[in-house]
Structure formats: structure tokens, C-alpha cells
T-cell receptor
């Protein structure tokens, strides 16, 4: 059968470039968003989060932008390094949503490859 | 400090068998969530447990069950295994529900997962 993995969006950049990874989320009621990085053979690793009352949040070398109007999230990585190569997932959550606070809904992921 | 730990790391089973996966959350975390990650896809939510009670369930059949113990560790059980159950099973822990609601954020920290292969 067809492998869904072959259709993951991919982004290839040179070391030192800035990377932008995009994500469209589905639930307009979601009020909390997280970006995770997943390296081969490992679990997802928290990168940065943002609440829906914010448009932008910055961390170390990373910035997350949230556009609620079009339900779009992006992750910007400055001065990308080979160690940033991984699959990046956005995840959404309704933090105040009854018993659903423990449920993260993940996007399909983007494969980032950084060339030295 | 130890992060989320899962055991075993790898497991091979045959169709129809039963499997139990284990998870120990980060110290101080009272909530555990389980996810299934099929190759090439994002994790899919299975269960969330808090204070030993099921607080959320994803779209998975009744063959999947879980429980949480007084020390907040958790087990995921899958009965009558199918080939399609082959996946990476991830456990995530987070702070208590009240903190999540007050702060309107719920960072979940993931373990390395258990790779289940059903033959």
C-alpha cells in the first residue's frame, strides 16, 4: 500500500540559513499550540509553545507565529544547524476544553534537512 | 532529573496476542497521555489519565485499555493484536489539571516510545 510517509512535506536548507516551517490547524476552538521536534528513534521534544492570545513568541533561535484568522502556525529557526535536522510537528490543544485538556492533536509533520 | 521513561523499547508480537506497555512520568507530573504514531504520521491520541482516572479517550477500539497507578505510572494494554497495531507508542506526562487550566497551557513531555511490531 501507499506509504503516507513519502508525502511528508520536506524542507532542505544550507547550514546558517533561516528555516520556516508551516502548519495549518483544524480546530478554531484550539487555544494552545506547541511545536515539537522528533529525531529518528526518539520521542517528540518540546521546542516552543504559544497561547491563542498571542501572535508571536520568541525562544532561543526559534520564533513561533500564530495567525488565528487563517488558522496558521509557523516555526522560524534562525541560523539553522545540522543538529536541527529532524521531523517537526505542530500540535493544538483546547486547554480549557473539559476533559480534552490532555489531548494534543498533531499535524502531519515536516522533514527538515540541513546540509553542512 | 529523569524524563519520561517507557518500557520495553522494542517488542515483537504475533497477531492475536496481548501486549502491555509501561510508562513512568516525570517526577511531580500527575497526568499521563498515550499516543500511537504510525510510520510517517504524527502521533494520534489514545488516552489521558489523571489521578488514576480516565479523562480522555481517542478514536481507538475497545481492544485498547489503560490504567494509572497511585505512583502516577501507567500501563497501556492492547488485546487481540492486529498487523495495523504496529507503531511507535508514546507516553507523555504533564503537570496537574488545575495548573494546566490556570496557566492555559499544557506542555506534554514525551518518552522515547515503545516500538511494537506485530507479525
Amino acid at each position: 500500500g501507499e506509504s503516507v510517509g513519502l508525502h511528508l512535506p520536506t524542507l532542505s536548507v544550507q547550514e546558517g540559513d533561516n528555516s520556516i516551517i508551516n502548519c495549518a490547524y483544524s480546530n478554531s476552538a484550539s487555544d494552545y499550540f506547541i511545536w515539537y521536534k522528533q529525531e529518528s528513534g526518539k520521542g517528540p521534544q518540546f521546542i516552543i509553545d504559544i497561547r491563542s492570545n498571542m501572535d508571536k513568541r520568541q525562544g532561543q533561535r526559534v520564533t513561533v507565529l500564530l495567525n488565528k484568522t487563517v488558522k496558521h502556525l509557523s516555526l522560524q529557526i534562525a541560523a539553522t544547524q545540522p543538529g536541527d535536522s529532524a521531523v517537526y510537528f505542530c500540535a493544538e490543544n483546547r486547554s480549557g476544553g473539559g476533559t480534552s485538556y490532555g489531548k494534543l492533536t498533531f499535524g502531519q509533520g515536516t522533514i527538515l534537512t540541513v546540509h553542512p | 532529573d529523569a524524563g519520561v521513561t517507557q518500557s520495553p523499547t522494542h517488542l515483537i508480537k504475533t497477531r492475536g496476542q496481548h501486549v502491555t506497555l509501561r510508562c513512568s512520568p516525570i517526577s511531580g507530573h500527575k497526568s499521563v497521555s498515550w499516543y500511537q504514531q504510525v510510520l510517517g504520521q504524527g502521533p494520534q491520541f489514545i488516552f489521558q489519565y489523571y489521578e488514576k482516572e480516565e479523562r480522555g479517550r481517542g478514536n481507538f477500539p475497545d481492544r485498547f485499555s489503560a490504567r494509572q497507578f497511585p505512583n502516577y505510572s501507567s500501563e497501556l494494554n492492547v488485546n487481540a493484536l492486529l498487523l495495523g497495531d504496529s507503531a511507535l507508542y508514546l507516553c507523555a506526562s504533564s503537570l496537574n489539571e488545575r495548573t494546566a487550566r490556570v496557566n492555559a497551557k499544557n506542555i506534554q513531555y514525551f518518552g522515547a516510545g515503545t516500538r511494537l511490531s506485530v507479525l
